[in-house]
């Protein structure tokens, strides 16, 4: 079974430029997230979407993040304009249900460096 | 605010010994409980959930939870070199559909 896909896996920008992130989940996961993970600190929970609809942004930061997944499959996380401390990976993750409990998979991640 | 409290390390442990790594979490009301660990430059693989009181078994490794300490920890027998990375306490207010809060990580050195 494939993975979760991402890409591109590295990216460098200038401040202020517009960046995007594209995600494909593992087939038949209903379930999509995206988490940001600085260095040296744990995943931080962006946006989940169930099926096309996000149920959960109260973390994104809305005046320059954006995000869809249209079709209820692949996804795109968008920035702009970037700032220095959007330098981060930014990684998809996918889940399906295991019996009564969900497992979330993360993909390669994509490493956003903002000059 | 949730949160989740692991020590950053680095812990060191010959090889062939036991790895014990330990977590805390603020949010009373969490329900399941994961470990990821993350290699240097590589994205969270999933070891093990547990949601139930006392250990979840699962080859080398043994998950602990004690929800009334609001305690997790991640046993690793007979620790192997391939065993050194990040290992990421992760808290679910439910059944795990919902985002993890992670904790920030401890970094494991097994020595050979």
């Known amino acids: 079974e494939a993975g979760v896909v991402q890409s591109p896996r590295y990216k460098i920008i200038e401040k202020k430029q517009p960046v995007a992130f594209w995600c494909n989940p593992i087939s038949g996961h209903n379930t999509l997230y995206w988490y940001r993970q600085n260095l040296g600190q744990g995943p931080e929970l962006l946006i989940r979407y169930e099926n096309e609809e996000a149920v959960d942004d109260s973390q994104l930061p809305k005046d320059r993040f954006s995000a869809e997944r249209l079709k209820g499959v692949d996804s795109t996380l968008k920035i702009q304009p970037a700032e220095l401390g959007d330098s981060a990976v930014y990684l998809c993750a996918s889940s399906f249900r295991q019996g009564n409990w969900y497992e979330q998979y993360f993909g390669p991640g994509t490493r956003l460096t903002v000059t | ?112």
């Open chain 2, 1 to 112: 605010q949730k949160e989740v409290e692991q020590n950053s390390g680095p812990l060191s442990v010959p090889e062939g010994a036991i790895a014990s790594l330990n977590c805390t979490y603020s949010d009373r009301g969490s329900q399941s409980f994961f470990w990821y660990r993350q290699y240097s430059g590589k994205s969270p693989e999933l070891i093990m959930f547990i949601y139930s009181n006392g250990d979840k078994e699962d080859g080398r490794f043994t998950a602990q939870l004690n929800k009334a300490s609001q305690y997790v920890s991640l046993l690793i027998r007979d620790s192997q070199p391939s065993d050194s990375a990040t290992y990421l306490c992760a808290v679910n207010a439910g059944r795990g559909a919902d985002g993890l809060t992670f904790g920030k990580g401890t970094h494991l050195i097994i020595q050979p």
